[in-house]
């Protein structure tokens, strides 16, 4: 696991998990501490971000988590954790810290 990848996710714990985010290390994650805003999470069978300010990204159909700085522009994507398939996750599921 790379450094990016090391720093991304503090803790996954609880049913459904929850996922601590840090934002010093995340270019994009914005809006301060507390709960990751809607417009910054997405979820598809995909694994892409849909638009400019989609940063975190479930892909249900594999449980991976990816957190992208640049949203759809090409690249900047990093998988960093994986999760259970088929979750009902919410951006309210991600704290920022
Ligand atoms: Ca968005
Ligand atoms: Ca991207």
Redesign the pocket.
Known sequence: MGRAACCIAVAVIGEPPGVGLVDDVLAGIGGGNGTLTA??F?KNTTGLA??G??HIIYETDTGWLTYDSN?SAAGGSTHFATLAANLALTNADFVVV
């Open positions: 417009d910054q997405v849909g638009d300010n989609d949203g």
